[in-house]
């Protein structure tokens, strides 16, 4: 049993050195991720889709909201509810 097994009792980890893991870690430490952060910081190309399978696979809360980056655009941004 993980500590993050511990948090998220009715929550599966995803195996360690897979995008989906590093995601959540990231997640798991408070902070929120776009597209952009995920692709800069974590080299993941396809967020939506790992978020995906950490909400529906693996039954972690992973929320998003869209977030206006500027003017003219408008981007989803991931969290881990609390």
């Not at 809360?61 to 969290?79: C, D, G, H, L």
Request: charged share 25%; proline share 4%; glycine share 6%.
């Amino acid at each position: 049993m993980t500590q993050l097994d511990l948090l998220e009792p009715r929550c599966k980890v995803p195996e360690r050195g897979t995008q989906t893991y590093e995601i959540l870690m990231y997640l798991q430490s408070g902070k929120r991720l776009t597209v952009l952060k995920a692709l800069n910081e974590l080299g993941v190309y396809a967020l939506s889709q790992r978020c995906g399978d950490l909400k529906y696979k693996y039954g972690w809360p992973i929320q998003s909201v869209m977030k206006k980056v500027n003017s003219r655009t408008t981007v989803a941004e991931y969290f881990l509810e609390r």
